[in-house]
């Protein structure tokens, strides 16, 4: 039975875990059939399945060492593809109408940057065309085309970023994040134990605690958001009750932190020569650098999360082989952060931290204040224990001033 082109639809997005194998395909697709109404519409934007792009990364270094961006991008958007194809599959299965799309057939747009690649649009003709003949459409995330007709893909954690995109290009009636984890917690439950789910984050303070490592959402997905005012719920792709809702900002709110969050591998890049600085921005331009302190932060000096890159070894020894000895490169660098509206606008709160985590013998190589938040650089395997000790002092989620317990 053909269903009206104008049906409300709502946009789910399953990560990797969750459709890791096919046991958990299999769950997925009853979630989705049991979440499937004639009254509104259904697409899935899928990740690829567990390890599958580590896997085809590791692959393509046994073959190459030193593998093509563009040809990387082709293959890795073949994990996305599998899993959209084998979900749709299972759909089918269980009697629905379903059809898999890869991104650039599901009309999603990027610019012409491979592995980092950003959405410019979502041209959503197809898929509202699909949901208006009755289809549960799934779609290949992490992928586009640009306008060179090339297939991109988003970096880590682009599937979000797709959803959300498509979203707002459907002006969908919902975006749902499903994970392994059933919201947004005060800080990674799998590293702080005593961490709690936040059950309300603005657009802003989202947008902080990716920026700062909280892995559930991806930054650029919220930046998507921002600028398109998308409400996203963040649940459990397991069953379990809860979410948290990420929404736009409800104009101005009293000081607060609402958790705490960190990067376990940053890339630090400082320039011992200023006539190579234009073309180290330009090697570097289609990453994401790190938000510091403009006070510390100096035109030389670099800092990546790690997590942006492929194979960060692969990249620090490129850049020494293409820079020698006018670059510096330190691989043994992370952060931790306290996160919230206005966090970072009192000293008394950097001076505090500051204190904690010297007090227990950790070494901090820099302490860093923006707007939204207090991070302090440190040495990677301290970043566990500097989280804890920040998760434990602070006083998370206050709708009061933010302060220290």
Known sequence: MLTSPTLPIVVQKYGGSSVADDVHLRAVAARIARSHHRDRGLVIVVSAMGDTTNRLLRLAAQLNDDPGHRELDLLLATGEQQAASLLSLCLQ????????????????RTCSAHLNARIDHVNGARMRALVGAGHVVVV???????????VTTLGRGGSDATAVAIAAGLQAQACEIYSDVDGVYTADPRLVPEAVRLPRLSHGEMKDMAHHGAGVLNERAIEYAIKHRV??????????????????DQG????RIVGVAGHRELLQIEVLDDSRLGELRERL?????????????????????SAQFSDEA????????????????RTDLGAVSAIGHRA???????????????DDNIVVEAMLASEHAI??????SCVQHGLRQLHARFRIADLGVANVA
């Open 140 to 150: 290949a995330g992490f992928q586009g085309l640009s306008p060179n007709d090339e």
């Open 93 to 108: 299965q269980l009697g629905l109408k379903a059809i898999a799309l890869t991104g650039p057939q599901a009309g999603v």
């Open 252 to 255: 101005p709110a009293r000081p």
């Open 375 to 380: 991070c302090a650089v440190l040495p990677r």
């Open 344 to 358: 970072g606008m009192d000293p008394g709160s950097l001076t505090y931290a500051r204190k904690l985590l010297a």
């Open 285 to 305: 331009a289609e990453y994401d650098p790190f938000l510091v302190d403009p006070a510390w932060r100096c035109e030389r000096r670099i800092l990546l999360p």
């Open 231 to 248: 409400v996203i719920h963040a649940r459990c792709s397991k069953g379990r009750p809860g979410e948290t809702i990420v929404r736009p």
């Open 314 to 329: 692969h990249l620090a020894g490129a850049l020494r082989r293409e820079f020698g000895q006018t670059l510096r490169i």
